[in-house]
């Protein structure tokens, strides 16, 4: 290539537009999330808010532009040849690190990406001119490349925002609570004008005053600002006071929407100003380097101290960013993906936990009862009960998928959510810090709802499991950014016509494979024969709104036994093993509907308590036929994938024959139960005996078998376990019939619940 420079540049363009895409797509969402959570007001108008937010936070953003030139290393120190490599090295490192942890919905921190990201390039890339053979440097001298006070006062910045951010949001949420309450209704009308009021204050001074600190554009208002500070605050109180008791009076409405409102605006625009810098600084850096070049000669060797400059950034720059940043914001359906973790992590209700529970997550909630039952011994037992009255939820026994579709908390969690992020995020906007507003959000977020109670001792083990997952993200965004940055520009160092256009393609390849796989994805319809949760109140409603899950259950009961003995017949692993994922899922969607028994039970009335009987019982019954069936798949695979002997042929023909009985049981089933003609099971049930005998008689054979001829131990342990489970599930498949047959009573009108949502 002619003009190998150029083409960086116009590389490094092209991934600032797709990092900027990728970048919100991982950061916008968390300024929506209390918004949206608490369902205060219409989507639309959050996405409204939220975009005259971006927009204008990114046209004053350009004070935090010299973070990428000159915050983390020396740029003295390196030639426009090295610049050139580092910043591309970042782009394509940061880009793919941001995708990744798009697709798997985690948020992480695009502040620690681009830092992370700088910090690990300049580093290999100081190591290899210290390393030159012309050099005579050590490695004692690379302190004089990085710029290590300001590198180090970002980190810890980073690092302390999450303990800030949980300590102040939970602190902050624990004081409104105990003033407002759950049923915070009636005492909204009396004082909200004033916690109203108190929320839009913070937000106008430290987000529109604070906030706008270090853009071009401050220095118009230094003058109306600076000194004043005391007099704008109590007279943006006194303004909102009156803006809010105004409001409420003429809406009838609660001042809270105006606070999300604008919080949501303010959080959008605090937002944009510190975090843009982390998708445009380096390109803008590397346009600044680019005309350097050009205006002193074209001489690759030249030293880059022009970038230790104050250069103001382009407006019309500024413009094209916050465009695209609005565009992603609306059709991002990565950004979606990331919010449900944040929500489900933060909800008030019970819902379907995303994370599993781990060791330390464990350890941290059992510390913690232990810490909270030292501190409750200390507090008055009045002063106790008075606070805890505070904390008294509404009563509302809710499914796990009607929580879901509620507001994740009310107006008073989004509320303070808003207000302490957008006030921490500005004041470190401010004081040009690159703090990561996905640490703080988030962050803010948790410590509200561990205030708030949200993670009681149902629900405490998988949300810290989800937050220390959460946060582990972000120490192995920080570690990979170092890593993969550094490795990135030591390869393009090394041959850059030949690795920057192959580093690309792959980069180009990561994406679109990213891309459609999350498509993919996001696209997947519920399976037909998935189970559902039953909302009847009578045993006759029980019956007939449960046939559908219990013909689902033997149509794939079905299919997983039969798999599991074709797989043994041809040692087919592949086969065995995608058995093994079918029988789970079926496993866990049983677990799941016994796990909404507690919420089918509390909205029965006192005449229908049998029907919680029933269903109790062919709950018991479904789980299980998905234990044995469980047992048979993993036993089939482990058998297999040992690569023990292969069952002999007599054995693998009863296998068979035994299936081949089963498969007419379960297709009977599932016809009568799909047909609702319950009176054929009477027929069914009648062939039991015949199916026990039958399977007992294969037990006689193999005992005989053994003690004449049989010589694997192993082939002998999986076939009497192979019989005895389907025995075993037989058992619990004609238990299910006969509780149907003894219950079902045609004559009965099905009465159903009634609706409790309203």
């Given at each position: 290539m002619d003009n190998i420079y150029l083409f960086m540049l116009i590389a490094i363009t092209v991934l600032a537009v797709a990092d900027i895409v990728v970048g919100v797509s991982n950061d916008a969402i968390n300024f929506l999330n209390s918004a949206i959570g608490s369902k205060a007001i219409s989507m639309r108008t959050i996405m409204i808010v939220a975009s005259l937010g971006i927009f204008i936070g990114a046209v004053f953003s350009s004070?935090?532009?010299?973070?990428?030139?000159?915050?983390?290393?020396?740029?003295?120190?390196?030639?426009?040849?090295?610049?050139?490599?580092?910043?591309?090295?970042?782009?394509?490192?940061?880009?793919?690190?941001?995708?990744?942890?798009?697709?798997?919905?985690?948020?992480?921190?695009?502040?620690?990406?681009?830092?992370?990201?700088?910090?690990?390039?300049?580093?290999?890339?100081?190591?290899?001119?210290?390393?030159?053979?012309?050099?005579?440097?050590?490695?004692?001298?690379?302190?004089?490349?990085?710029?290590?006070?300001?590198?180090?006062?970002?980190?810890?910045?980073?690092?302390?925002?999450?303990?800030?951010?949980?300590?102040?949001?939970?602190l902050v949420q624990w004081v409104s609570r105990l003033v407002f309450t759950f049923q915070y209704e009636k005492k909204i009308k009396n004082f909200g004008a004033f916690f109203g009021a108190f929320c839009l204050t913070a937000i106008t001074y430290f987000i529109f005053l604070k906030g706008?600190?270090?853009?071009?554009?401050?220095?118009?208002?230094?003058?109306?600002?600076?000194?004043?500070?005391?007099?704008?605050?109590?007279?943006?109180?006194?303004?909102?006071?009156?803006v809010s008791f105004a409001f409420q009076a003429a809406t009838k409405k609660s001042i809270l929407l105006v606070v999300i409102a604008v919080g949501t605006f303010g959080l959008a625009l605090a937002f944009s100003g510190n975090d843009l810098v982390n998708f445009i600084g380096v390109p803008m850096a590397a346009y600044h380097s680019y005309e350097a070049w050009i205006a002193g000669g074209m001489d690759s060797t030249m030293s880059m101290s022009i970038?230790?400059?104050?250069?103001?950034?382009?407006?019309?720059?500024?413009?094209?960013?916050?465009?695209?940043?609005?565009l992603t914001l609306w059709f991002s359906k990565k950004a979606k993906t990331v919010a449900e973790t944040e929500l489900s992590l933060s909800r008030q209700g019970d819902t379907h936990e995303k994370f599993e529970p781990n060791m330390l997550s464990r350890g941290v909630v059992k510390g913690t009862t232990y810490l909270s039952n030292a501190i409750s011994a200390i507090i008055p037992k009045s002063l106790q009960e008075s606070m805890d009255k505070s904390f008294q939820k509404p009563d509302a026994a809710l499914t796990k998928d009607q929580s879901i579709d509620a507001p994740a908390f009310d107006m008073i969690r989004a509320s303070v959510n808003l207000m302490v992020a957008g006030v921490l995020i500005a004041i470190a906007t401010s004081m040009k810090l690159p703090l990561s507003t996905t640490y703080v959000t988030f962050m803010v977020a948790m410590g509200t709802s561990f205030a708030d109670r949200a993670w009681g001792r149902e629900s405490a083990v998988y949300r810290v499991a989800g937050v220390l997952n959460v946060i582990g993200g972000w120490f192995g965004t920080a570690f990979g950014a170092f890593v993969a940055a550094g490795i990135v520009v030591f390869l393009i160092n090394w041959n850059p016509q030949v690795m920057t256009p192959i580093l690309l393609l792959i980069t180009g390849f990561l994406l679109v494979r990213n891309y459609l796989a999350h498509k993919k994805s996001s696209n997947k319809t519920i399976d037909e024969d998935s189970l559902k949760e039953t909302g009847s109140s009578s045993v006759q409603g029980v019956i007939h709104e449960s046939a559908s899950n219990i013909a689902s259950v033997v149509k794939r009961g079905n299919t997983i036994y039969s798999n599991a003995i074709r797989g043994l017949a041809k040692q087919d692993t592949s086969l065995l093993k995608k058995n093994k994922k079918q029988v789970t899922k079926l496993s866990d969607e049983v677990d799941s509907l016994r796990d909404n028994i507690f919420y089918f039970i509390k909205n029965?009335?006192?005449?229908?308590?049998?029907?919680?009987?029933?269903?109790?019982?062919?709950?018991?019954?479904?789980?299980?036929?998905?234990?044995?069936?469980?047992?048979?798949?993993?036993?089939?695979?482990?058998?297999?994938?040992?690569?023990?002997?292969?069952?002999?042929?007599?054995?693998?023909?009863?296998?068979?024959?035994?299936?081949?009985?089963?498969?007419?049981?379960?297709?009977?089933?599932k016809n009568a139960f799909?047909?609702?003609?319950?009176?054929?099971?009477?027929?069914?049930?009648?062939?039991?005996?015949?199916?026990?005998?039958?399977?007992?008689?294969?037990?006689?054979?193999?005992?005989?078998?053994?003690?004449?001829?049989?010589?694997?131990?192993?082939?002998?342990?999986?076939?009497?376990?192979?019989?005895?489970?389907?025995?075993?599930?037989?058992?619990?498949?004609?238990?299910?019939?006969?509780?149907?047959?003894?219950?079902?009573?045609?004559?009965?009108?099905?009465?159903?619940?009634?609706?409790?949502?309203?």
């Open positions: 004070g935090m532009m010299e973070v990428a030139r000159k915050g983390i290393f020396v740029p003295s120190m390196f030639s426009f040849e090295e610049i050139m490599y580092i910043f591309m090295a970042v782009m394509i490192t940061d880009i793919l690190l941001l995708d990744f942890f798009n697709t798997l919905g985690l948020p992480t921190s695009t502040t620690v990406s681009i830092v992370f990201n700088l910090l690990g390039a300049a580093v290999v890339m100081s190591l290899i001119k210290i390393n030159a053979p012309d050099s005579t440097q050590t490695l004692a001298d690379i302190g004089s490349y990085i710029n290590t006070k300001k590198a180090v006062e970002i980190i810890r910045g980073i690092v302390m925002s999450v303990f800030i951010a949980f300590t102040v949001g939970a706008l600190k270090g853009s071009p554009y401050y220095n118009e208002l230094k003058g109306f600002i600076e000194g004043k500070e005391i007099i704008i605050i109590l007279g943006s109180f006194l303004l909102w006071t009156g970038l230790s400059k104050k250069m103001p950034a382009e407006p019309f720059l500024l413009f094209i960013a916050g465009a695209i940043m609005v029965l009335d006192e005449t229908s308590l049998r029907a919680s009987s029933f269903y109790i019982n062919i709950l018991g019954y479904l789980q299980d036929m998905t234990q044995s069936l469980e047992y048979i798949s993993k036993a089939s695979h482990k058998h297999i994938n040992n690569n023990h002997k292969n069952l002999k042929f007599s054995q693998i023909k009863e296998l068979k024959e035994v299936n081949d009985a089963l498969e007419i049981l379960f297709n009977d089933t799909d047909s609702r003609s319950f009176e054929q099971i009477g027929d069914i049930i009648g062939r039991k005996k015949d199916l026990f005998d039958l399977v007992t008689s294969k037990i006689v054979k193999q005992v005989a078998r053994t003690r004449t001829e049989e010589s694997s131990p192993k082939n002998t342990t999986l076939y009497f376990s192979l019989l005895l489970e389907t025995k075993d599930l037989l058992s619990a498949t004609m238990n299910l019939l006969e509780e149907y047959y003894g219950s079902h009573d045609s004559s009965v009108e099905i009465a159903t619940i009634p609706d409790t949502e309203e």
